[in-house]
């Protein structure tokens, strides 16, 4: 159990294009999503909290115009890289703990999407 | 704000060997969660143990054991008999009592040699 799928896997875009990233819980209901990304042969930095049915809280100096989040149900969450440039070619990983309100909940990862734009 | 660190950016340990990686942190909290996640080059994040840090006993899963010293504010992680599957990026994270959100160390690249 606790099986979080993304797609798509990997996306070539030209620049100034928007791309949309779907995250998905599988078998449980997830409340609170979570967005990282992750350069090469570095850490995750935390992106963005998303709550199902409310906005989405953004990291410091994360541009929540850039980055829209949207988490319409408990088992989808969805991310769109706006106009999106070269410097926003990366790795983007998601993850969804399975209840809110608890604390030390585990998060479960989706595979990542890896994102190139020309 | 709390911080995580590892500091051993990589190592390495020859199959069948046992093998410590060492994290940090720094809280002002008390009651509070610890992670050890695997990121293997399929780059799939993977839990690999998960400590309570209200609970003394120090976590184990199979050939994966953490010591963990609250005091110390110490969490390191035991790799038992050491497979070639071992081989990924190691993180460590820590979850606050408020909330779910995880903040991570830099990582341990971990090469386990045939």
């Known amino acids: 159990g606790a099986v979080v799928s993304q797609h798509p896997s990997w996306v070539i875009c030209k620049s100034g294009t928007s791309v949309k990233i779907e995250c998905r819980s599988l078998?449980?209901?997830?409340?609170?999503m979570f967005w990282y990304r992750q350069f090469p042969k570095q850490s995750l930095m935390l992106m963005a909290t998303?709550?199902?049915?409310?906005?989405?809280?953004?990291e410091q100096g994360v541009e929540k115009d850039k980055f829209l989040i949207n988490h319409a149900s408990l088992t989808l969450s969805t991310l769109t890289v706006t106009s999106a440039h070269p410097e926003d070619s990366s790795f983007y990983i998601c993850s969804a703990s399975r209840t809110s309100g608890g604390t030390g909940e585990t998060q479960y990862f989706g595979p990542g999407t890896r994102l190139l734009v020309l | 704000a709390q911080t995580v660190t590892q500091s051993q950016p990589e190592m390495s340990v020859q199959e069948a060997e046992t093998v410590t990686l060492s994290c940090t942190y720094d809280?002002?909290?008390?009651?509070?969660?610890l992670f050890w996640y695997k990121q293997p080059p399929s780059r799939q994040m993977i839990l690999v143990i998960r400590q309570e840090a209200y609970k003394q006993q120090n976590a184990t899963e199979n050939r994966f054991s953490v010591n963990f010293q609250k005091a110390a504010k110490s969490f390191s992680l035991k790799i038992s008999d050491s497979q070639l599957g071992d081989t990924a990026m190691y993180f460590c994270?820590?979850?606050?009592?408020?909330?779910?959100?995880?903040?991570f160390g830099g990582g341990t690249r971990l090469m386990v040699k045939p």
């Open positions: 994270a820590f979850s606050d009592n408020a909330g779910n959100m995880l903040t």
């Open positions: 998303s709550n199902e049915g409310s906005k989405a809280t953004y």
């Open positions: 078998d449980f209901q997830a409340t609170t």
């Open positions: 809280t002002s909290e008390s009651n509070y969660y």
